[in-house]
């Protein structure tokens, strides 16, 4: 019914592929139980010695992750490998923020935040003004980077780390929970006070300062310029709209009862929030999580028991299709619906007979449990629609793939790639005197120089014409068994093609202006130009 295949290396890879027959997958202290779930493939990232604190997409081909040790690791997403290991900070790293491809800044609870080079791992700045841990980093502008933490003050640097303003917190230093910004120009905080303070960052006013939670304001997250989302420990769940002044736009969440006397814990505590789509928001709220509808401030799923304990984080997968939760008893959970028309980031409007909207209520059904990790899962980061990356405190990264797209994928690059042997072992034949089933042909084909489509450094590609360099004798000139010679005589003679035609051809085909004019110039001196 299903098989594993494993290659061990410097990390750890596993395929599983399954019928759809309800499965248990047991690898040593790790479970995949599979019922609807078509993510199927996981490769285990191995380094990390403490809990990881952050994961972020650096570029279209890396991401990176940071633990409590202070360690930051930069992974290839395609393979796993990693590709830089760095002992950033003292203590546990906070935040890490790209500010391009090649530099990225972290910030730590030893109260520096650095600017490292990518290509390198060689750190170019360190910014040591904060007086106490680093919680937040954000950034501005194309040029600019805002930090905040528990201190006093809210920091805004040149991207080449120099300060440029310093805006003292109304808010004291209360530890700063999330840090946004919108429209380029607002700043907006939250921290375990229950305000939500907005700061101009031209010159450090305050536009708004609102006290709609009644606990720590635990979450923010950005829906547009002018609008943003917030959430708290009591459950609050608040959309706000910034113009000239700060203000609510509507409470999409305010249960009376928030805290239980008997259990000491809050019963709505909100951990995170997720833009699903142009109109939907994703939360994590205690054991469960909800989605609302921003159009008319409804929640169109509610899944309150989703785990047995904390729910951490939440995305969706396939276009909406799918939802993908972790949390605090270390298992991700995969959750669809039963109608292939439901999508979990587009609203579906029905038209009552008043002619009024209403939006539909969905049911987040359960298509799977995934527990690979042995201690609670925090961090989630989507690559593609069939790819995330998860990591927590057992400091393992999980990258988890569809097999069948995997299997797709794979299949269409060996393709690709025999298509291309095939054709340079071609080329090579044509443009040789060797027997090809001599020993001589076989050890200069396997020292044929390659393309290399994976690399983006330029230097370890090569020139489509310097494959013929052989093809021209000790005075400079081209041998009369170079095969483009030889196609020029054939385009010439068998298909009447004119000169510029033929030009016109290989340069398109690739070929160096240098080459072409050789060819063209040969063709005339051997008379069989017309």
């Given at each position: 019914?299903?098989?594993?295949c ?8 596993f395929s599983?592929q ?5 499965v248990e997958i047991?690898v ?25 604190k952050?994961l972020?997409?650096v570029s ?5 992750s ?9 992974w290839d997403i ?10 950033a900070?003292?203590?546990?790293i906070t935040?890490?923020?790209?500010l ?6 972290s910030s730590s609870?030893?109260?520096k ?7 390198t791992g060689e750190?170019s700045?360190?910014m040591?003004?904060h007086?106490?841990?680093?919680t937040c980093l954000?950034k501005?502008n194309?040029?600019q ?8 003050n809210i ?13 003292i ?14 429209a380029?120009?607002t700043?907006?905080?939250a ?10 960052a031209?010159t ?13 304001v ?5 829906i ?5 989302v917030?959430?708290?420990l ?6 706000w709209?910034?113009?000239?002044r700060l203000h609510?736009k509507e409470?999409?969440?305010y ?6 006397e008997?259990?000491?814990?809050f019963?709505?505590s909100v ?11 994703a939360?994590?709220?205690?054991n469960g999580?909800k989605?609302?509808?921003?159009d008319t401030?409804?929640s169109?799923v ?8 904390i729910?951490?984080?939440?995305l969706?997968?396939?276009?909406g299709k799918?939802?993908v939760?972790?949390g605090?008893d ?8 039963s109608n292939p028309?439901v999508s979990?980031?587009?609203p579906?409007?029905?038209?009552s ?22 201690n609670?899962?925090?961090?989630l980061?989507?690559?593609t629609?069939?790819m995330?990356?998860s990591?927590?405190s057992?400091?393992?990264i999980?990258i ?8 797709v994928?794979?299949?269409e ?7 291309k042997?095939?054709q ?11 027997d090809?089933n ?7 084909y396997?020292?044929?120089p390659?393309f290399?489509d994976?690399s ?5 590609s090569?020139?489509i014409?310097?494959?013929y360099?052989s093809?021209?004798d000790s ?7 170079h095969?483009?010679?030889?196609e020029?005589?054939?385009?010439l ?9 033929i030009r016109?051809?290989?340069?398109i ?5 240098e ?5 063209l ?9 017309i």
């Amino acid at each position: 019914a299903f098989h594993i295949c494993g290659v061990l290396c410097c990390d750890m890879y596993f395929s599983l592929q399954f019928t759809n027959l309800d499965v248990e997958i047991s690898v040593p202290q790790r479970t995949v139980h599979h019922s609807k779930n078509s993510i199927n493939e996981i490769q285990i990232l191995e380094g990390h010695s403490d809990i990881i604190k952050t994961l972020v997409r650096v570029s279209h081909d890396r991401f990176a992750s940071a633990d409590d040790s202070g360690v930051i690791f930069l992974w290839d997403i395609m393979t796993g490998s990693r590709l830089l290991e760095i002992q950033a900070h003292d203590r546990g790293i906070t935040c890490l923020l790209p500010l391009n491809a090649d530099i990225m800044v972290s910030s730590s609870v030893d109260r520096k935040i650095k600017m490292w080079d990518l290509s390198t791992g060689e750190c170019s700045n360190v910014m040591a003004e904060h007086t106490a841990s680093v919680t937040c980093l954000a950034k501005l502008n194309r040029s600019q980077f805002v930090s905040g933490g528990n201190d006093e003050n809210i920091y805004i640097w040149e991207n080449n780390g120099e300060l440029i303003r310093t805006i003292i917190r109304h808010e004291g230093d209360s530890n700063m929970n999330a840090l946004l910004v919108v429209a380029n120009k607002t700043i907006i905080t939250a921290s375990d006070s229950t305000s939500i303070i907005a700061y101009n960052a031209d010159t450090g006013d305050i536009i708004g300062k609102e006290n709609h939670h009644r606990e720590s304001v635990t979450c923010l997250e950005k829906i547009n310029e002018t609008t943003f989302v917030s959430g708290s420990l009591d459950g609050t769940i608040a959309l706000w709209e910034i113009t000239d002044r700060l203000h609510i736009k509507e409470s999409l969440s305010y249960p009376p009862r928030y805290f239980s006397e008997s259990s000491k814990k809050f019963n709505h505590s909100v951990q995170k929030i997720v833009v699903t789509g142009s109109k939907y928001i994703a939360v994590c709220i205690a054991n469960g999580f909800k989605l609302f509808d921003l159009d008319t401030g409804e929640s169109v799923v509610n899944c309150p028991s989703a785990h047995r304990s904390i729910v951490h984080n939440i995305l969706t997968l396939y276009n909406g299709k799918k939802i993908v939760t972790c949390g605090l008893d270390a298992k991700i959970k995969i959750w669809g619906s039963s109608n292939p028309n439901v999508s979990f980031s587009a609203p579906t409007s029905n038209s009552s007979k008043s002619g009024s909207k209403r939006k539909k209520v969905f049911i987040a059904e359960p298509h799977g449990d995934m527990w690979i990790h042995t201690n609670q899962v925090k961090h989630l980061l989507k690559i593609t629609e069939t790819m995330f990356v998860s990591a927590g405190s057992d400091g393992q990264i999980v990258i988890w793939k569809d097999g069948m797209y995997e299997s797709v994928n794979r299949n269409e690059d060996a393709r690709m790639f025999m298509e291309k042997e095939n054709q340079i072992y071609r080329k090579y034949q044509n443009q040789t005197f060797f027997d090809t089933n001599s020993e001589s042909f076989e050890t200069a084909y396997s020292n044929f120089p390659r393309f290399d489509d994976t690399s983006d450094d330029t230097s370890n590609s090569f020139d489509i014409d310097q494959v013929y360099v052989s093809e021209y004798d000790s005075s400079g000139d081209i041998i009369e068994g170079h095969y483009l010679l030889d196609e020029a005589n054939y385009l010439l003679n068998e298909q009447g093609k004119s000169k510029q035609e033929i030009r016109e051809k290989f340069r398109i085909d690739g070929h160096a202006t240098e080459v072409v004019d050789d060819i063209l110039e040969n063709l005339t001196e051997q008379g069989l130009y017309i």
